[in-house]
T-cell receptor
């Protein structure tokens, strides 16, 4: 039973527009959430995280929103750029740092020029 | 930033061979490292937690005698797939965190193909 779900396997967005990637989780004990970006033949690269005590965290073009009551988080990328094309993984854990991560299956984002 | 190096990136070998994968934290010490595995069209799944100076903690369904983990120093953890079989073919990837307040950083993974 998947505890972290990314229900959209792929997403296409025009360059300059907003990309919204969604993630749902089932385990209410999760209190730390992360987004990773993965290019082919490379490991996941950390993008942005959010603690459960917050509902929004912003870093440049990337913003993560957390809705604890709905057990839902989303990653907004604006404006989207062709270099953002990659697979994005949502992950959750019971704490930051040295605790195991539970991953979603990923969403492949294609930003079209 | 923190860098995790994993080697080799790809292994192709015959059934019955044992394969060792190394995971190094290059610019920080990691008392804990994690080993994940990803099968096609699936998410990254935790296999085991590697603890420096003590035994690894394995997830349910992961055979500790088949997947040997050694975390002999604060910068190196190794995963040895013993007597590998075709069903062990997968993408293996390690991660480490500098401390409790830092996210995990990942190596580039090892694509293991057993013929």
């Amino acid at each position: 039973d998947q505890q972290v779900k990314q229900n959209s396997p792929s997403l296409s967005v025009q360059e300059g527009r907003i990309s919204i990637l969604n993630c749902d989780y089932t385990n209410s004990m999760f209190d730390y959430f992360l987004w990773y970006k993965k290019y082919p033949a490379e490991g996941p690269t950390f993008l942005i995280s959010i603690s459960s005590i917050k509902d929004k965290n912003e870093d440049g073009r990337f913003t993560v929103f957390l809705n604890k009551s709905a057990k839902h988080l989303s990653l907004h990328i604006v404006p989207s750029q062709p270099g953002d094309s990659a697979v994005y993984f949502c992950a959750a854990s019971h704490n930051s740092g040295n605790t195991p991560l539970v991953f979603g299956k990923g969403t492949r984002l294609s930003v079209i020029a | 930033g923190a860098v995790v190096s994993q080697h080799p990136s790809r292994v192709i070998c015959k059934s019955g061979t044992s394969v060792k994968i190394e995971c190094r934290s290059l610019d920080f010490q990691a008392t804990t490292m994690f080993w994940y595995r990803q099968f096609p069209k699936q998410s990254l799944m935790l296999m085991a937690t590697s603890n420096e100076g003590s035994k690894a903690t394995y997830e349910q369904g992961v055979e500790k005698d088949k997947f040997l983990i050694n975390h002999a120093s604060l910068t190196l953890s190794t995963l040895t797939v013993t007597s590998a079989h075709p069903e062990d073919s997968s993408f293996y990837i390690c991660s480490a965190s500098q401390d409790m307040d830092q996210p995990q950083h990942f190596g580039d993974g090892t694509r293991l193909s057993i013929l």
